[in-house]
């Protein structure tokens, strides 16, 4: 009778989705864990410590070493006292000493004195107006504050008109010195979009993508600029394929930046962390040697990096000492893993390193050199276990995770969520309580299986690379899926009777259709911004690097080896019920590729909806939308697989 009362209530079509009070909150996007975001030295023997989540109410938390208590404390206007309101709720730690910090919080940048019981912010700067596509902020007691933004000048012409090829302006690179003020450096290359500089204000170095529209091989190049004594950029890279991330040591004299340098197969090959001393670009040093999945990385000291990397579903952090040689062309290297990984920036302390650490079976939590320190969380996390299961398929040994609330067992019934991707790493250590979508399943009475496929990265090139030209194949990444599903019957984590369905988002989304047309193995899906046709996708929004890449080098006529993994030729074979979910301005899957499966499925008498949310793109950032695309895919499942039980309560 409640399940019955329960489907009747929530319609994953219905204008407005309501749900039980028990899975209110666990839609929402705001109830996660604490997370430690950076860490800072005070004097005292106190700790600086900024988190995001729902506890504490204050974004900044004080570590007494002598006393292992945290504390929260609020941040409070320096220049109205006799406000009680807290005046920052998030904020970016920029530097600091052992007085008080330098943090940003949206166009800002404040000074923060820190007392016993409470922190004082004051206004030192605000970022200059207009299209900012990138800024970099950097404070040290010895050389103050120094700033950079790269901001995009007004585009010319009829705002109502659009013009192919777009004419790209050339950001402009703005710096500031409390002694200078806003100046403006140089012009950068069209398509710039990211910015870093050294800790003395001097040397800033950029990224530009080679394509204006979105790619996903995200080729691009490198450019540096010393601001004190240039007025142009520097390319510094050359073929450089697929690029990301970037740091300059403290000093300026050396970089290290990260990329793949692959012409033929820059989407699938892992990228590498390369070193080069400033000016010497043509001189580098490979750190990282291939088939390395590293994440995020920083400089600790001018020679010291930390890195977080990868292996396989394992995260782990590294810190890699440089032997940097004056004359030499080679520098050398020696590592250190970390015993407990890091799931935020490495920061160094005077006894060791600060930093965020999680594991498969813990909540995140501080660590103060060899202190774990625990943090302010809900108990409510605990309900939730995570457990990872290995097997073979087809030459590869695949992992998943199984997420599952404490109370379910094999008869619960179990979504399959489908990675995006698929050139993604997914690791173990992100805890079971973290996805909000994983959780609110849970919650509704749903096991969950994220199986790592083929194709994502973290296992060496190999595996990244082997769904080329077989995409959603039974042989290959599908059965990769469907082989997982026997197991977990074989290990009695699922009945052979237990219902089964499947939702993703993007390749994601495509494998959900593709599981749909050539499978009968799930009772319903959900596609979040999937596409149905490579040639079609390549054409309409201009990135070609997908198809070259996955499926074959694009030419003409059109074969059927080049259709060979498109859901179009076998979208009639779709009986079971699907829903589509869409972003309206999604410029990487285009939605007239739902729009043509939908109509299709509703045409034939297939149970189907779609939604779309105008103003999103490719995946949904805001609140409301996030929000209600969960509450629909639980009423999508709820509706056609029906959990055995009630939601649980909070």
């Not at 450019?223 to 991330?245: C, L, M, N, P």
């Not at 043509?282 to 001018?302: A, I, P, S």
Request: net charge negative; aromatic share 8%; charged share 20%.
């Amino acid at each position: 009778r409640h399940l019955t009362s329960v489907s009747v209530m929530m319609s994953a079509t219905a204008a407005n989705v309501e749900v039980p009070a028990a899975l209110d909150r666990w839609t929402g996007d705001n109830w996660l864990p604490t997370e430690v975001q950076w860490v800072h030295e005070l004097a005292n023997d106190r700790v600086a410590v900024s988190v995001t989540g729902n506890l504490p109410t204050s974004p900044l938390l004080i570590f007494n070493k002598a006393t292992n208590q945290l504390t929260a404390i609020p941040i409070k206007d320096a220049t109205h006292l006799d406000d009680s309101e807290p005046m920052l709720t998030s904020l970016t730690l920029l530097g600091g000493d052992d007085t008080g910090l330098i943090a940003i919080d949206d166009d800002i940048i404040y000074h923060i004195s820190v007392t016993e019981d409470t922190a004082f912010a004051a206004e030192l700067v605000r970022l200059p107006q207009g299209d900012r596509v990138s800024e970099v902020a950097h404070w040290v007691p010895s050389v103050g504050l120094h700033v950079v933004a790269l901001i995009k000048p007004e585009a010319g012409g009829d705002p109502d008109i659009v013009i192919d090829p777009p004419v790209l302006p050339e950001p402009v690179l703005y710096h500031y010195s409390p002694l200078t003020g806003w100046r403006a450096v140089c012009k950068c290359p069209a398509n710039s979009e990211r910015v870093w500089m050294s800790p003395n204000g001097r040397h800033v170095l950029g990224k530009y993508m080679l394509n204006h529209v979105g790619e996903e091989a995200q080729r691009g190049e490198f450019w540096a600029v010393d601001t004190k004594t240039e007025r142009t950029t520097t390319q510094i890279t050359q073929g450089a394929g697929r690029i990301s991330h970037a740091a300059i040591n403290p000093s300026g004299t050396g970089v290290v930046y990260m990329c793949n340098y692959s012409k033929d197969k820059p989407i699938t090959t892992h990228e590498d962390m390369w070193y080069v001393r400033w000016g010497d670009w043509e001189h580098r040093t490979n750190l990282t040697q291939g088939n390395t999945m590293v994440n995020k990385f920083g400089f600790l000291d001018d020679t010291t990096l930390w890195s977080n990397v990868t292996e396989k579903v394992h995260l782990q952090t590294w810190i890699t000492t440089l032997e940097v040689t004056e004359g030499a062309t080679e520098v050398k290297c020696s590592k250190k893993k970390l015993d407990r990984p890091a799931f935020s920036p490495v920061f160094r302390l005077k006894d060791g390193y600060g930093y965020s650490t999680v594991s498969q079976t813990e909540l995140p939590s501080l660590m103060v050199g060899q202190k774990n320190v625990p943090l302010p969380q809900s108990e409510a996390f605990d309900n939730f276990s995570v457990d990872v299961i290995t097997w073979d398929h087809a030459g590869f040994e695949v992992h998943g995770m199984l997420y599952r609330h404490k109370q379910l067992n094999a008869e619960s019934p179990l979504v399959v969520y489908s990675p995006y991707g698929p050139s993604h790493p997914w690791d173990d250590c992100r805890h079971r309580g973290t996805y909000p979508l994983f959780r609110s399943l849970n919650m509704a009475g749903y096991q969950v299986l994220l199986p790592v496929i083929r194709g994502s990265m973290g296992f060496g090139d190999k595996f990244s690379q082997d769904s080329m030209g077989k995409q959603g194949a039974q042989d290959n990444d599908l059965g990769d899926i469907l082989v997982g599903l026997d197991k977990l019957v074989e290990i009695g984590k699922l009945t052979k009777e237990t219902k089964v369905g499947i939702v993703g988002i993007s390749y994601g989304g495509y494998m959900t259709g593709m599981a749909l047309a050539t499978t009968k193995r799930f009772a319903a899906g959900v596609a979040m911004c999937m596409f149905v046709a490579n040639r079609w996708m390549s054409l309409e929004f201009g990135d070609r690097t997908w198809e070259n890449e996955y499926v074959e080098p694009i030419s003409w006529p059109l074969t059927l080896e080049a259709q060979r993994c498109d859901i179009f030729p076998h979208m009639h074979n779709i009986t079971n019920p699907m829903l589509l979910v869409h972003g309206g301005d999604d410029d990487i899957c285009p939605i007239s590729q739902a729009r043509v499966i939908y109509n299709h499925l509703r045409e034939e008498g297939v149970p189907t909806g779609m939604i779309v949310y105008r103003g999103e793109g490719h995946g949904f950032i805001g609140h409301k939308p996030l929000r209600d695309c969960r509450r629909r895919i639980i009423a999508w499942f709820t509706a056609h697989m029906p959990p055995k039980t009630k939601p649980f309560e909070n």
